[in-house]
């Protein structure tokens, strides 16, 4: 039975508590959270935009998991200071102590970790030893704004890989059934994580929606709106509706706005949308998370003058999504509320007015700054890594073969040497330049890998067809680069051919190409040598 309702718990800043009036559920997201930790080994991973209910819902996941008859620990992130992430040995020790006071047991680290084994291996025999055989229930550990994490690259592959391999654990070993890991992190943190190595593929994955029409009206209620709007209630709420969505905190915000207000419904929305209204501070920190970043700016401005819609790179719907500024509607991205459209115009409209023309000169310096290797004036290594992870999304969605050729120019050190780094330097830029010329159609995509050695991206080629490209380019960079005043070069090439994302991670297939070049190399280089990865 919920409390009678009071006005001064209902600020919706924070989580609402257990007894709270004004929780809304949303089936089957508890319902679906609720039989996930009810499951031996399970993981269940919530996610969502900042302010969506994430709080709110794991202190009740927590409650029914103790209703289960479970033990319950919860840990938070934000309660880490700076210091924890500076090594992984240190957040895992700091991990370990607060998960043991939490269950009332004596942290005795010392006893179970050896620098000698590493701090993985130490931290999960003590998970196992000292936490999991003293528990006489099973375990729910719930991690909160494991976004924190990302932040913090030198320990987040390592930390994540970690949890995936409790999760594995499990499926052989009943002890490790006993630990239930319910994992919650805000969207708004962009990282490029290898999938293969983190648990964000692993697991149950619950992702919080807004609010229906019929919930928001059923939270109208719980205001207490009705009584005071009486006949406008319906096209209020209906209103409200189509501005934001259904988003839980701007639904909450406006409505407690409404109890003993003396305003005109709708001039209430009018002020809550102006930059000093109640929605102003939400708006502009939505902003403020991708101002800086010009790709997601122009993509934008793109969707703002787009009313149905459009088809976005991987990277950049995932960023923007992730923030909850679009979503994803039938095979296109749309502006996700009414809200969100009128603020993103004024604000890119503002930003267009000021200087159009610096602008777009910055953001164009700034993309060639992130994404183009300043010796060749190709694309670099980073931009490698991003196009490979969307190739390797397709692929597996398609039954189109991807090739990955990797191209490395034969004898370079002894060429540097007798020659000179300038005339190096002459040549990466000579080779990069041919490469660039035979891959001009889009997709295909060529890029510096690093030092002498390039990268060939090439969707939708087969076997045939990928070994023909390669000798074409071979043999273009060994006839071109002959006709200046140095001596020509030649190419090592390795072809690799996937038809499937199934059995390889994009790393194993960089690994395939690399060797397969290096067998051209050692059959005697200025060469090209292919597999087929079925």
């Not at 319902?31 to 031996?40: E, G, Q, S, T």
């Not at 805000?186 to 149950?204: A, D, H, I, R, W």
């Not at 709007?229 to 209103?239: I, K, Q, R, S």
């Amino acid at each position: 039975m919920h409390q009678p309702i009071t006005f001064l718990e209902a600020g919706p800043t924070g989580p609402l508590g257990i007894d709270s009036a004004f929780y809304i559920e949303r089936p089957p997201v508890e319902a679906f959270a609720y039989n996930a930790i009810a499951r031996p080994g399970s993981l269940l991973r919530i996610k969502a935009p900042k302010q969506m209910g994430k709080s709110s819902l794991l202190m009740r996941v927590m409650e029914q998991a103790q209703q289960q008859g479970h033990q319950t620990c919860k840990i938070d992130f934000l309660q880490a200071e700076k210091a924890c992430f500076d090594s992984l040995d240190t957040l895992l020790r700091w991990f370990c102590r607060l998960t043991a006071r939490q269950l009332g047991l004596a942290p005795d680290l010392d006893d179970w970790w050896d620098e000698a084994i590493g701090s993985k291996v130490s931290c999960t025999i003590y998970f196992e030893n000292h936490l999991l055989r003293q528990l006489d229930a099973p375990l729910v550990l719930v991690i909160n704004e494991v976004n924190r994490v990302f932040e913090y690259e030198e320990v987040a592959g390592d930390f994540l890989s970690l949890l995936r391999f409790w999760h594995e654990q499990a499926q052989r070993s009943p002890l490790w059934q006993n630990l239930r890991l319910v994992l919650a992190y805000c969207t708004e943190v962009y990282v490029p994580l290898k999938l293969e190595q983190s648990p964000f593929n692993v697991g149950q994955q619950l992702k919080l929606p807004p609010f229906t029409t019929v919930q928001v009206q059923e939270l109208a209620e719980r205001y207490q709106v009705p009584q005071q709007l009486g006949e406008a209630y319906v096209p209020f709420t209906d209103e409200l509706m189509a501005l934001v969505g259904g988003h839980p905190y701007l639904t909450h915000t406006l409505l407690a706005q409404l109890p003993g207000t003396a305003e005109n419904p709708k001039t209430l929305l009018e002020q809550a949308m102006q930059p000093t209204g109640i929605w102003g501070e939400y708006l502009r920190r939505c902003y403020a998370s991708i101002r800086q970043q010009p790709d997601l700016i122009d993509a934008l401005q793109q969707l703002a003058n787009a009313p149905n819609g459009l088809k976005l790179p991987l990277h950049l719907a995932y960023q923007l999504e992730s923030v909850g500024i679009i979503q994803y509607n039938g095979d296109r991205y749309q502006v996700s509320c009414a809200l969100f459209q009128r603020y993103l115009a004024a604000e890119l409209a503002e930003v267009e007015t000021a200087a159009p023309v610096q602008l777009h000169q910055e953001n164009q310096r700034l993309k060639q700054l992130a994404n183009t290797d300043a010796l060749t004036q190709i694309p670099n290594r980073r931009a490698f890594d991003l196009r490979l992870q969307i190739a390797w999304q397709r692929l597996s969605q398609t039954t189109e073969p991807l090739t990955l050729m990797m191209c490395d120019i034969d004898h370079f050190k002894t060429y540097n040497d007798t020659y000179g780094h300038l005339a190096g330097d002459q040549c990466l830029r000579q080779v990069a330049h041919i490469l660039r010329t035979n891959t001009r159609t889009a997709p295909d995509f060529v890029a510096r890998f690093g030092g002498e050695e390039f990268a060939v991206i090439l969707p939708n080629t087969d076997l045939l067809a990928a070994e023909k490209r390669a000798e074409i380019l071979r043999s273009q960079i060994s006839t071109q680069t002959a006709r200046g005043d140095m001596p020509r070069v030649t190419v090592s090439i390795g072809v690799a051919v996937a038809f499937s994302a199934t059995n390889q991670t994009p790393n194993q297939f960089i690994e395939v190409a690399d060797r397969v070049l290096y067998e051209s190399k050692r059959l005697g280089r200025d060469r090209v040598t292919v597999i087929s990865l079925l």
